[in-house]
């Protein structure tokens, strides 16, 4: 907010002792407007100035007295140590709705990672293997930062990191050439390639020599015998098509599909590289890197048979990454249990000499627990992503068609899907990524509580008052925003400027659940509203401005429920 730089300059006006930064960061937002906009609380600066805090609010105030405030600050009072300013709510109310009917699509944009490109690796699930719930988490928190990188001006890439690669594929094919066939795997890929992996393990219990038989397999591939790579890119292929459907149905989309076998040819670079500095130790056979102070495990680099593992392939790709993008940061969304990988991966790298080890970032997040039983028993342990959004969009729909509004949605499939969907994603997104998150379906599709739901409907309801205002002929787009200056109205105009923070916040701190926060409260402040203030029965000028703002909180809601992949709908 500009007001903030505004007063603490005029602060910082007054003595030369007081340095604006530091006030800048100690102005608060009072939890009450009836006690001012902004407050400062002067016992911040009692050790520079040394003096008590009333007189130092007495002092900055009398000087403050002496000079013409700025236009936007219509009083200032004090109340014990804290200085209190009060603003003109008509000039606020008029800037921030301007800003946001002036930028159209780009309100709360920046230019701030003008020439900076972020990569963001998410989603990443493995082929031949259930794209499970984890996979879901991630993309949708990945899916999100990209967008919110993007808003603030960065060049942003959507890596997906396929698990396209590694000693189950040849298990995989060894069991397919004993007991697969074409055709079944291509009806269902995914499950049926679970089948003959899980049968390979069954059986291998008694015929080792099956174990065997795998090794070579992917001895093989490895070095791209083209029958074994052919049936490879058969599974592969197969997968790729049914997660694309699953994107589709999310609206995600990459740029790169660069999966663990892209790095195969640019492994031996780096064991090079490694053998070169001197950082290489043999232990029990295998290949890896120490650290120093054992502050972790160490990082294996090359199995004792000489195959490289997942950490190998994740050195290569981060320096291949670095090369090709200059990256500003490197993102990795993954969950939590890979903390030490991305730790030790990264701690190799630096070893290496690549100082962008700095800028790589494991986002990791939590569990998602089910407490709802039918749903975690369905398929054993692994719940599955398509059981979970169907099922949402199964019962949204019937919520829609038990509601009195229903009758006016005109393709309730539609509807059902983005709320359904919607509702998953915005679960996902509610709370910091590193706590687990509980999935119950009375909470994620609770219309009333904090929900995607709710937020959608918030939504629908503003456009329906705006589509009722159009038909009557009422034109909304140039009325005075000078006239929002009621408690309700003004908390939400305060609410709408706080936008652009609430982006920037949840991009430096890798957390969309500061959008989720913010659009969450955005929607309660505009139903408080909505209640309070009569928008259609109100007067001319005042029903004008209220239509204004109206359509003004429906644009950021839209925005910010873009930026966590949320879809809106015009009636729910
Ligand atoms: N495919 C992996 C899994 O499902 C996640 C990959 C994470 N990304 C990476 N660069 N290691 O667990």
Redesign the pocket.
Known sequence: MDEKKLIAELIAGTDENIDAGAVCQALETPPDRKMGDLAFPCFKLAKTLRKAPPAIAAGIMEKLGETELPPVVSKVDIAGGYLNFFFDRGAVSEKVVKAICESGDGYGRSDEGNGKTVLV?FS???IA?PF?I??LV?TALGHSLARIYDHLGYRTVRIN???DWGTQFGKLITAYKLWGDRETIMKDPINESLKIYVRFHAEAENHPELEDEARKNFRLLEEGDPEITGLWKMFVDASLAEFNRMYELLGVNFDSFA??SFYTDKMPEVVDILREKGLLEESDGAQVVRFDDESMPPCIILKSDGTTI?AT??IA?AIYRKRTYDFFKNI????TP?TL??RQ?FGTLKKMGFECADDCVHVGFGYVRFPDKAMSTRHGDVVLLEDVLNEAVAKTKEIILESSTSKNVDDVDRVAEKVGTGAVIYSFLKNSRERDIIFTWKDILDFEGESGPYVQYAYARGRSVLAKASEAGIDYENADPRLLTGDEEYALVNILAGFQDAVRDAAYRYEPSVVTRYVTDLAQQFNKFYNTCAIMKADGAVRAARLRLTACACECIRKALYLIGVDVVEKM
Request: hydrophobic share 25%.
């Open positions: 690796e990443s699930p493995n293997k499970h984890g996979h991630s990191h396929i698990g999966g663990e997942y392939r994740d790709a990795y969304v993954v969950g890979q990988h991305f991966v």
